[in-house]
């Protein structure tokens, strides 16, 4: 089994902008593996927030062997390659995805039906409008007029205008992503002006070392809170579940569909909504993480749609709803690039 990798430029078809930062666009790396034919694909996004860098994960894949033995199952697969990411979460998410996909094709299965997902039933995915100059928000929302829930990114100090502009524009329901960008006093002010403009949920109103504070949050707060950035493996669920009423999993935060799978059932045994989100990154890694989407009660699974220049086709969006693609494995097929596979 051959691995190999590629780094790629996405690029954003509007700057993207959150509390921390707005970029035009992000760097992944693809990840494959080969053999007798077959290709598993994976993609890392590494993220500045949890200290990883595409220079970081480009110099962990330098130094992996380029030749596996096959592999019996993805569990041994993944402990072949897993200790190869230095604990990168994004580069163990890339491993994982190739893995599973590899393994998947050869047994003829989808990579849905692995995770017991017998009906691959998606549900509606929302679409971000990120942070930007306000005029910008009603062609913002004019190109969303497909999607039938919005994610608005707050934490400035115009958020309330921005969400003004967003009701004066449609009416369609909202789910408010803050990004650590609150203080407790704003987060309480904020959810309780928040909660009579059809507000489902928001999303990491205080940052991720103000747990006390946020279970106060929860506790006053007529509209449910998510946690994003206190989220990152299983074993923060119980730690954190006082505090929230939802997780969002992301890959590239969890490092892995196995753990992924796991913060899904820690969270029910936990009576925690869930929420299938990810980074800005292509139709590899948002296809990858759609095909455990039948299991849990949000998507918000746009990175793809947030790009121009997507180097693959997986998984689609008809109508706002989540379509897994037909075939074995991830379903991901590469577009017309020469240098990609």
Known sequence: MELSFIPYRIQCRHPFGIARSTHEYYDVVYVYLQENGFVGRGEAAPASRYSE????????????????????????????LVPFAGGMKSLEAAFSMAVFDIWTQKQKLPLYSYFGVEAAI??????????????????????????AILKIKLGTKNDKEIIDTVRDCTEKPVRVDANEGWDLQTAMEMCEWLSGKNIEFVEQPLPADQLDKTAILRSSSPIPIFADENCMTSQDIPTIAHAFHGINIKLMKCGCLLEAKRMI????????QIMLGCMVESSVGITAAAHLSPLVDYADLDGNLLIDNDPYTGVSVINGQIVLPKGNGLGVEVKNVSDLK
């Open 53 to 80: 860098t595409i220079e970081l994960v480009l110099s962990r894949l330098e130094n992996c062997p380029t030749y596996f033995d096959d592999i019996s199952n993805p569990e041994s697969g993944l402990d072949k």
């Open 122 to 147: 998606a549900p509606v995915t929302s679409f971000t409008i990120a942070i930007g100059e306000l005029d910008s928000i009603p062609e913002k929302i004019k190109e969303a007029e497909p999607y």
């Open 265 to 272: 059932e820690t969270a029910r045994k936990h009576d925690l």
